[in-house]
């Protein structure tokens, strides 16, 4: 079947570390590729996405590759800020009579000043 | 702000009870999604409408309906609430079909729910 699967957190760094939080994916036909942020207390808002293989996504920084031979799209940022302490969600989308999404379990990243 | 609207922001009520969320999509947005999150299931689908209709659904219980209404707004309708139905309800919306955004969803503020 068609799934995600995420690192688990929490994710703990110092400001300024490099992020990686893992991202791999099944599923059968071409699923674009997608990853949310939470940050407390709100609703998921786009972070970025990519459509086709080998598309890379960014936004704020933080950057993904849509990566066909590894079915992965994990996320990484240079060097993380407080503000970017939220919780992660990779997720998928295909198009089978109708956007079908389906979600990781999420990680949670801490960042300390 | 998403352009998706959900009330209420919270809701308390007993088990055994009914309760409504009501969720408007973005303008110009014909489908609409509804997303459990709770502490120790992480974020669950739980039914897509398309322009009125049940297009997908996840993890439903039969306790729990929804419908989409002419306007598009939507509503989940949560009955004989028990203690483990306590999580944030989520709708969502996007644009489908459409060439342009591949399935990006836009996710309104969320319902707390808390059965005592």
């Known amino acids: 079947g068609n799934s995600v699967t995420q690192m688990e957190g929490p994710v703990t760094l110092s400001e300024e570390a490099f992020l990686t939080i893992n991202c791999t994916y099944t599923?059968?036909?071409?699923?674009?590729l997608f990853w949310y942020v939470q940050y407390p207390g709100e609703g998921l808002q786009l972070l970025l996405k990519a459509t086709k293989a080998d598309d890379k996504g960014s936004n704020k920084g933080f950057e993904a590759t849509y990566r066909k031979e590894t079915t992965s799209f994990h996320l990484e940022k240079g060097s993380v800020q407080v503000s970017d302490s939220a919780v992660y969600f990779c997720a998928l989308t295909l198009e089978t009579g109708g956007f079908k999404t389906i979600f990781g379990a999420g990680t949670r990243l801490f960042v300390k000043a | 702000d998403s352009g998706v609207t959900q009330t209420p922001k919270h809701l308390i009520t007993a088990t055994g009870q009914r309760v409504t969320l009501r969720c408007s999509p973005r303008?110009?947005?014909?489908?609409v999604y509804w997303y459990q999150q709770s502490l120790d299931q992480g974020l669950q689908f739980l039914i897509q409408?398309?322009?009125?209709?049940?297009?997908a659904k996840g993890n439903i219980l039969e306790r729990f309906s929804a419908q989409q209404f002419p306007d598009l707004h939507s509503e989940l309708n949560l009955s004989s609430l028990e203690l483990g139905d306590s999580a944030l309800y989520f709708c969502a919306s996007s644009v489908v079909p459409s060439s342009g955004n591949r399935g990006e969803q836009f996710f309104g503020p969320g319902t707390r729910l808390t059965v005592l």
């Open positions: 599923a059968t036909g071409y699923p674009s």
């Open positions: 409408y398309y322009n009125g209709e049940e297009r």
């Open positions: 303008s110009g947005d014909l489908s």
